[in-house]
C-alpha cells in the first residue's frame, strides 16, 4: 500500500494556515518541513507555535531539518511523528528515545550524499526511514537518481523496514521510487501547485499501482 503525503513549507503562519485549509478536504496527513537556515538555506516557521495556534483534523509529520534539533517545544504538539535528520548535531539515540517516551512515532532522514550506515545502530528505535531525492530545503529541486540504488538496497537488506522517500516527487519519479522499495512518497511542489490536488494526489497513486 502507497501513501501519499503532501509537504508544506510555510515561512509565516499567514502562509501555514493557507496551505493547511487547501489539503484539508483531500487528505489525512501533511507533510511539515522546518528549517532552521542553518541546516539548509532555507528558513521557515518554528512550527510547534503554528501547529498549536491552527484548529485543523489533519495528522502532521514534522520534518526537523535544523543543525540542533530541540524537542522540548515538541512533545505536548499535534503531530504524531518526528523525522530526524541523520546529519544534525547532538545525541541522536537520546532524541529518538525522548521521543519514543512522549508517544511519538520517529523516522530518521538521510541526505542523498550519506551513507546509510550512519544509521543501521538506531534502526531498533525507528518507525521508517526517509531517503532524501534532493538536496533539502527548497520545493522544486531537481531529482537526484543515483539514490534510487542506495533505496533498492537498502530495501534488499532491510526489507521489514518502511522507507519514505521526499524531493521530486512526480508522476514520472514516483514509480521509480516505488519500485526502489519505498512506499511513503512525500511529495511538495507537484501537490501545492497543482490548480487540482484531488487529480494530482491520484495521478501519484496511479503511478505506482
Known amino acids: 500500500m502507497i501513501e501519499i503525503i503532501p509537504s508544506i513549507l510555510a515561512k509565516t503562519q499567514a ?26 538555506p532555507t ?14 483534523k489533519l495528522s502532521f509529520d514534522v520534518h526537523l531539518m535544523v543543525k540542533e534539533p530541540n524537542l522540548e517545544s515538541w512533545y505536548e504538539s499535534k503531530a504524531d511523528r518526528f523525522i530526524l535528520h ?10 529518538l528515545m525522548k521521543l519514543e517516551k512522549s508517544g511519538k512515532r520517529r523516522a530518521l532522514a538521510i541526505n542523498p550524499e550519506t551513507d546509510t550506515e550512519k544509521i543501521i545502530s538506531l534502526m531498533p528505535h525507528l518507525d521508517f526511514i526517509q531517503f532524501m531525492t534532493v538536496k533539502p530545503g527548497f520545493y522544486g529541486s531537481p531529482f537526484i537518481t543515483e539514490v534510487l540504488e542506495k533505496i533498492k ?7 521489514h523496514m518502511a522507507i519514505a522517500v521526499d524531493g521530486a516527487i512526480t508522476p514520472e519519479t514516483a514509480p521509480q521510487v516505488c519500485a526502489a522499495g519505498a512506499s511513503l512518497l512525500v511529495s511538495g511542489s507537484y501537490i501545492m ?9 491520484n495521478k501519484l497513486s496511479e503511478a505506482c499501482s
Open 86 to 95: 541523520a546529519e544534525s548535531d547532538g545525541d541522536m539515540l537520546d532524541n
Open 153 to 159: 538496497l537498502f530495501h534488499g537488506m532491510h526489507p
Open 15 to 40: 502562509e501555514f494556515e493557507q496551505m493547511v485549509r487547501k489539503l484539508e478536504p483531500h487528505v489525512e496527513r501533511v507533510h511539515l518541513d522546518i528549517i532552521d537556515g542553518k541546516f539548509a
Open 43 to 56: 528558513a521557515t516557521i518554528e512550527g510547534f507555535k503554528e501547529l498549536a495556534a491552527i484548529n485543523t
Open 193 to 201: 501547485e497543482s490548480s487540482d490536488i484531488p487529480s494530482a494526489l
